[in-house]
């Protein structure tokens, strides 16, 4: 079966301590995208990748890093200078990039004590 | 002022009503979808839409691109419908290609 999964389903972390949360998907899709869910806040997109090879920046990229070494593959991690890491963390990925329908993972929920 | 705005944020309802969430926007867009995440926190995509109206089994989806205004109706509604509904719009002031923009979503919960 098609899909995106994100493994782990929960993590926890001490502060101050980097962690990656990982991101496959095997629809052959070239675009993929890492957001963040807040309580009471909309989705907001961390970083965003059209292409392999390829990432940019969203709109709160700080505190984040990705790679994109394979197209099946968009790893995020969430540095120790990230602020308030604690959230649900979504993959995404679409066809191409300006392809519309994007199709999202299980979600990570890090929690970091 | 979000660009995405929902409402109402929280809805409870009994099994068998009607139900309507809305989307209002306050840019111009290509496309707006709605989309459905479960308690678990899976995303799944409804609608897209760019104008008009689509439906899907008891799911109706309209808008309307000079109101800038969309609406998700849902049919009998069922305890499994319980879920956050998400409408999100590409082509905001900030946004280009596939980027999207959120709404904080309408949390649904419909009883037996």
């Known amino acids: 079966d098609g899909g995106i999964t994100q493994s782990p389903k929960y993590l926890f972390r001490k502060e101050g301590q980097n962690v990656t949360l990982s991101c496959e998907q095997n629809l052959n899709h070239d675009a993929m995208y890492w957001y963040r869910q807040d309580p009471g806040q909309g989705l907001r997109l961390i970083y965003y990748s059209q292409i392999v090879n390829d990432f940019q920046k969203g709109d709160i990229a700080e505190g984040y890093s990705v790679s994109r070494e394979k197209k099946e593959s968009f790893p995020l991690t969430v540095t120790s200078a990230q602020k308030n890491p604690t959230a649900f963390y979504l993959c995404?990925?679409?066809?191409?990039?300006?392809?519309?329908?994007?199709?999202f993972g299980p979600g990570t929920r890090l929690t970091v004590l | 002022k979000n660009e995405v705005e929902q409402s109402p944020q929280n809805l409870t309802a009994q099994e068998g009503e009607f139900i309507t969430i809305n989307c209002s926007y306050s840019?111009?867009?290509?496309?707006l979808h709605w989309l459905q995440q479960h308690p678990g926190g899976g995303i799944v995509s409804l609608f897209m839409l760019s104008s008009g109206k689509k439906k899907h089994g008891r799911l109706i989806a309209t808008i309307n691109i000079q109101e800038k205004h969309s609406s998700l109706h849902i049919t009998a509604s069922h305890p499994r419908d319980s879920a956050v509904y998400i409408c999100?719009?590409?082509?905001?002031?900030?946004?280009?290609?596939?980027?999207?923009?959120f709404g904080e979503g309408t949390q649904l919960t419909v009883n037996p």
């Open positions: 840019v111009g867009i290509s496309a």
């Open positions: 999100a719009v590409k082509g905001g002031k900030e946004t280009s290609g596939s980027r999207l923009t």
């Open positions: 995404a990925s679409s066809i191409g990039w300006g392809v519309d329908t994007q199709y």
